[in-house]
């Protein structure tokens, strides 16, 4: 369902941690996203990976706007603006990518849907927020120089909201390191669900483990 563009980036935010997750499976996608809102991550990126990803996301969404509305789903690795307008059609409420691309960025600002591009430079950074970006997503965030270019970054451009996907782990030091330099969120995959939560279908240690991650986090930020 459509949400106001400056709530969801609140939720983000305000969640810290943002689940990244992908599964050809629309019942997988189901049970994983909710044990991600019941550990209190209501906030999830379903990243555009596989064939018919598209579709899979349309049922996912369907399902939530009827069963949990309060779920706030977002399309990960979007890189150009068609399959951007396609995830938005689907429900999607903010948009993040590999990239900065602009005709992404006209478009979701046309239809006030948050857009997180992957920027790995300051003039990258700079860019997107031209554009219109609130949060900009620092990818891949261990290889373009991790806590030290957030610290870097900040330092002549304050306003800016960095959230890092790749390179942060679900354990105080790396959680501690990252959100000390800075950053205001960060997205999670298969560090935070894991190969062997997913292949046993361990819903409820998804849940445990996306719950412990958070509580850590907001410990760590005081919040």
Wanted: net charge neutral; with cysteine; glycine share 12%.
């Amino acid at each position: 369902m459509p949400r106001d563009r400056l709530q969801t980036l609140g939720a983000m935010i305000g969640q810290g941690v943002i689940p990244v997750f992908y599964d050809p499976d629309p019942q997988v996608c189901i049970a994983v996203i909710q044990a991600c809102a019941n550990g209190g991550a209501k906030c999830v990126e379903f990243t555009n990976r596989g064939d018919f990803a598209a579709q899979v996301f349309a049922d996912v969404s369907r399902h939530f706007a009827r069963v949990d509305p309060t779920v706030i789903l977002g399309a990960g690795s979007i890189v150009d603006a068609p399959t951007a307008a396609l995830y938005i059609a689907s429900g999607a409420n903010f948009v993040v990518g590999p990239m900065l691309n602009a005709e992404v960025a006209t478009l979701c600002n046309r239809r006030m849907i948050p857009y997180s591009p992957g920027c790995g430079t300051a003039t990258e950074i700079g860019d997107a927020q031209a554009l219109g970006v609130e949060i900009v997503k620092m990818f891949p965030g261990g290889a373009v120089g991790g806590p030290e270019f957030v610290k870097a970054v900040l330092g002549p451009m304050p306003w800016t909201k960095i959230m890092p996907t790749g390179g942060v782990e679900p354990d105080e030091v790396s959680l501690r390191a990252w959100f000390g330099a800075g950053i205001v969120a960060c997205g999670m995959g298969s560090g935070l669900i894991t190969k062997a939560l997913l292949e046993a279908r361990d819903y409820a240690g998804i849940e445990t483990r996306v719950r412990a991650t958070l509580d850590l986090t907001h410990r760590i930020r005081g919040v």
